[in-house]
């Protein structure tokens, strides 16, 4: 079975903190893919980045970083220095080869709200 | 051009209207997806098509009728929908649904309301 788990449902920073948002998932699969997507409230889902199971190098991208550990099960998102355009749902999802046909396997999202 | 285009943006049916939610693509994607997304939970997903070709219903009520006329088009034809089919509606696409690799990329999405 598939799963990711979000436990923060809504976090509120002021501007320029630095904030994390937590994933943590499940699946008894040995080759799988994990995802990030940003969705403002415009509506779309906006693709952030994709990691596999065996790079487990952390990313860095702009403000953007990702700390992904298997020993933990964790693919954890950290904002630095936030600003108010990062506000929106930011969903964590898994892919596995032992899912259907590439689906995704989404966490329930965390809102992110960044006060100016 | 990473793009996936849907309209219209908003729709307002009654539930004895006939409609259709039209989604394009130009990336060269094989792999469409349809998924209906209500306020405060994650995208649920309905239908995939791969190739052209019906690969998942994943058992959507038959109200909800889609079609994929080729590789860069998907449609979802609407007819007697209920006042709980109101949601956001979604349509991604992916090079292929064969591999768990690709990512897929999403349209703005069509906010429907069910009368």
């Known amino acids: 079975a598939q799963k990711v788990t979000q436990a923060q449902t809504e976090i509120s920073v002021v501007e320029k903190e630095d904030v994390t948002l937590d994933c943590v998932y499940e699946?008894?699969?040995?080759?799988?893919?994990l995802f990030w997507y940003k969705q403002p409230p415009s509506g779309e889902l906006v693709f952030l980045i994709r990691?596999?199971?065996?790079?487990?190098q952390n990313e860095i991208s702009g403000r953007y970083s990702w700390n992904f550990q298997k020993s933990t099960s964790s693919f954890n998102f950290t904002i630095t220095a936030s600003q108010v355009v990062d506000s929106a749902v930011y969903f964590c999802a898994l892919s596995g080869r032992g899912s259907t046909l590439g689906r995704l396997y989404f966490g329930r999202g965390t809102q992110l709200t960044v006060w100016p | 051009d990473t793009e996936v285009t849907q309209t219209p943006k908003h729709l307002v049916m009654g539930m004895t209207n006939k409609k259709s939610l039209k989604c394009e693509q130009h990336m060269g994607h094989r792999a469409m997806y349809w998924y209906k997304q209500k306020a405060k939970k994650p995208p649920e997903l309905m239908f995939v098509y791969s190739y052209e070709k019906l690969s998942i219903n994943e058992s959507v009520p038959s109200r909800f009728s889609p079609e994929c006329p080729n590789s860069s088009l998907l449609n979802l034809h609407l007819h007697a929908l209920q006042p709980e089919d109101s949601a956001l509606y979604l349509c991604a696409s992916s090079q292929e649904t064969s591999s768990s690799y690709n990512e897929q990329f999403f349209g703005p999405g069509t906010r429907l309301t069910v009368l």
């Open positions: 990691r596999n199971s065996f790079d487990e």
């Open positions: 699946t008894r699969d040995t080759t799988y893919y």
